[in-house]
């Protein structure tokens, strides 16, 4: 049984667009297309590696996993070959990144500061042009400032002075700690 899973395009870079890379091997590429017209799915014409490891994913996984919806229609929406929408949906599944059973969270004590009297949250990531947490700071912008003032939430990133930069001088200013990796 094959499962393919994706959190992100392979197609797209994180800024929507297209990677290239060619497949110079031509008796590969033809090889590939008689299996698609063995299974009757559309044959493109294209050498691009990433189209490829998508498209393949697509037509002969058992199971196609996508981490979050969004994803997954973001996927879905902007591939070439449209017709191959309908099979994905028959076997996908989405599944959010699983998570590690509880004891792994005790294995190392931290010294990280929490402020009990806050509800705390964290983000674990980077950012980039189209990942930011732009849905969360919509959400925290309306509320009340007697709630938020009850919230941190706790960011550890690569570009912490990046982010600082961007919440500087804003009513949310105080709500997050910004910290590296």
Same mark, same amino acid.
């Given at each position: 049984k094959w499962t393919a899973e994706f959190s992100d395009p392979v197609i797209y870079n994180i800024h929507g667009q297209e990677r290239k890379g060619s497949i110079t091997n031509r008796a590969f590429l033809e090889?590939?297309?008689?299996?698609?017209?063995?299974?009757?799915?559309?044959?493109?014409?294209?050498?691009?590696?990433?189209?490829?490891?998508e498209y393949l994913s697509y037509v002969f996984a058992d199971v196609i996993l996508f981490t979050n919806?969004?994803?997954?229609?973001?996927m879905l929406n902007r591939f070439p070959v449209q017709e191959v929408k309908p099979l994905v949906l028959q076997k996908c599944i989405?599944?959010?990144?699983?998570?590690?059973? +509880?004891?792994?969270?005790?294995?190392? =004590? #931290?010294?990280?500061? &929490? /402020?009990?009297?806050?509800v705390n949250l964290a983000y674990f990531g980077a950012f980039y042009q189209t990942r930011k947490l732009n849905e969360l700071i919509d959400a925290l912008g309306m509320l009340e400032q007697e709630?938020?003032?009850?919230?941190?939430?706790?960011?550890?990133?690569?570009?912490?002075?990046?982010?600082?930069? +961007?919440?500087?001088?804003?009513?949310? =200013? #105080?709500?997050?700690? &910004? /910290?590296?990796?």
């Open positions: 090889g590939i297309k008689k299996e698609l017209y063995r299974v009757k799915a559309p044959i493109p014409e294209s050498d691009n590696i990433f189209f490829w490891c919806e969004n994803q997954k229609d973001y989405v599944s959010h990144h699983p998570v590690l059973p +509880e004891m792994f969270y005790y294995i190392q =004590e #931290s010294n990280y500061p &929490i /402020n009990t009297s806050f709630e938020t003032d009850k919230i941190k939430i706790h960011v550890f990133t690569e570009n912490a002075d990046l982010f600082k930069k +961007e919440i500087r001088g804003t009513e949310l =200013e #105080s709500v997050f700690q &910004i /910290n590296p990796y």
